[in-house]
């Protein structure tokens, strides 16, 4: 499965990652070139993207989490706005409701399935 971007996400992320250079930035940039872009017309509204609210299951955890991916910027713990820089948010991005899949995380192999995407 590869990651689905909208076109002025992707302009975004590639700006994002073109101008630091962090490890993270470094896995940001692995998964854009990994992903499929596609016009901002085309882009599904279940599909996980920036700004996105997410709930997903961690199968290592059973419990369903919910998160909103933001730019690092906009990153409040508090209120569940988890920067794109983050591991779990460059886990999530790209994929739709429903899907699957198994992620390479800092601390081990993860399992995760998205249960519902919320895109404004």
Known sequence: M????????????????????????????????????VDDKAFKKD???LNSIVQFIDESISQPIQIQIVLPEEMDLKKRKISILAPISIA?????????FTRQMPHGTKKFQIIKVINE
Not at 11 to 34: F, M, P, R
Not at 92 to 100: A, N, Q, T, V, W
């Open 92 to 100: 999530l991005i790209g994929f739709k409701e429903g899907e699957r």
């Open 2 to 37: 590869k990651p689905i971007f909208s076109e002025s996400v992707y302009k975004i992320l590639y700006t994002l990652v073109t101008q630091q250079k962090s490890t993270d930035v470094k896995q940001l940039g692995a998964e854009l070139l990994n992903g499929v872009v």
């Open 47 to 49: 599909i996980v993207s």
